[in-house]
T-cell receptor, first 115, second 113 residues
């Protein structure tokens, strides 16, 4: 059973609107969460992270919200741009500072931003 | 961009043949990882290394072996390739030292026919 779930395999959004990508996790031991972005034919790149001591982290157009009681996090992109079209992976870790053998990735959500 | 190179970028091989994928880094990072990416599964860890000659298994290690004889190189070997190993393989590196961000290579698309 997947410990990190991204139940929307794909999402389409108009340019300029908000994109909301959702992620749910089952393991209450997860303490640190990351989002990676992946363009076709490239490797994933780190986008933003959040520790469980926070419920929000913002970096420019990207904001991640964490609801620990619901075991849910979301990535908001405002405003969405065509260059944001990519696959977004949610990932979870039991510690803020850990090696990646402990990090679990979700299946990804493919975002298309329509001009 | 982190200095991480995967080779080859694409490979087609026949069932039963051995295949070796190479990951080379110029960052002197301690940790190196091999993942496979498959639809519906995201990135799954195959093997990882926490130093020269120090390696361990990940979630989906069956049918794979690794070696790390130098800090900069991490090899992934499929001893006898099967069609279920058709996938995109990513190498990643991380410095450890309290930093959780990892840097990924561009990937190797492997097709086993």
């Amino acid at each position: 059973d997947q410990q990190v779930k991204q139940n929307s395999p794909s999402l389409s959004v108009q340019e300029g609107r908000i994109s909301i990508l959702n992620c749910d996790y089952t393991n209450s031991m997860f303490d640190y969460f990351l989002w990676y972005k992946k363009y076709p034919a490239e490797g994933p790149t780190f986008l933003i992270s959040i520790s469980s001591i926070k419920d929000k982290n913002e970096d420019g157009r990207f904001t991640v919200f964490l609801n620990k009681s619901a075991k849910h996090l979301s990535l908001h992109i405002v405003p969405s741009q065509p260059g944001d079209s990519a696959v977004y992976f949610c990932a979870a870790s039991p510690h803020t500072k850990t090696s990646y053998d402990k990090v679990i990735f979700g299946p990804g959500t493919s975002l298309s931003v329509i001009p | 961009d982190a200095g991480i190179t995967q080779s080859p970028r694409h490979k087609v091989t026949e069932t039963g043949t051995p295949v070796t994928l190479r990951c080379h880094q110029t960052e002197n990072h301690r940790y190196m990882y091999w993942y496979r990416q498959d639809p519906g599964h995201g990135l799954r860890l195959i093997h990882y290394s926490y130093g020269v000659k120090d390696t361990d298994k990940g979630e989906v290690s069956d049918g794979y072996s690794v070696s790390r004889s130098k800090t900069e190189d991490f090899l992934l070997t499929l001893e006898s390739a099967t069609s279920s190993q058709t996938s995109v393989y990513f190498c990643a590196i991380s410095p450890g030292q309290g930093r959780t961000e990892a840097f990924f290579g561009q990937g190797t698309r492997l097709t086993v026919v």
